[in-house]
């Protein structure tokens, strides 16, 4: 569901897959100004209802200018936060899935540059996942 999850985040936040947003890592010919899906870290499943999991995004808004990348982070941010009862996009026939909250962990933060001098910024998110094909 990964896949569906970044697809949403393309669809919400208006930013291209390939090119101004990226799944997994940036390729080393990424645009200065781009944003990356990260799925860092765990997550948590509910024993009680085996349907339901929280996924665990990280979104890094890169920049050559800091307020270019706030701003990014912030559409993010404003696409996403609070968000509920969404479908997410089907990829695979016969499997659906359902955000049924987006909540951000943490407004975006600033993590200082990169190692060629772009700022970038951070946000982790913890979607909250049913299967909605059952």
Same mark, same amino acid.
């Given at each position: ?27 080393? *010919? ?66 659906? $899935? ?15 540059? *990169? ?5 970038? $910024?951070?946000?982790?998110?913890? $979607? ?7």
């Amino acid at each position: 569901m990964i896949k569906e999850i970044f697809r949403a985040i393309a669809t919400r936040t208006g930013f291209v897959p390939g090119t101004t947003l990226h799944f997994g890592r940036r390729p080393q *010919d990424a645009p200065d100004r781009c944003l990356l899906v990260a799925f860092n870290g765990g997550g948590a499943t509910v024993f009680d209802l085996p349907d339901r999991m929280d996924v665990l995004v990280q979104i890094l808004a890169r920049a050559k200018d800091y307020h270019d990348a706030y701003a990014d982070s912030m559409t993010a941010f404003d696409a996403l936060h609070g968000v509920a009862a969404i479908a997410l996009p089907v990829l695979v026939s016969g499997e659906a $899935w359902e955000a049924q909250a987006i909540e951000a962990v943490n407004p975006p933060q600033y993590i200082g540059p *990169d190692d060629k001098g772009r700022a970038e $910024w951070s946000t982790n998110y913890i $979607w909250r996942i049913k299967d909605a094909s059952l």
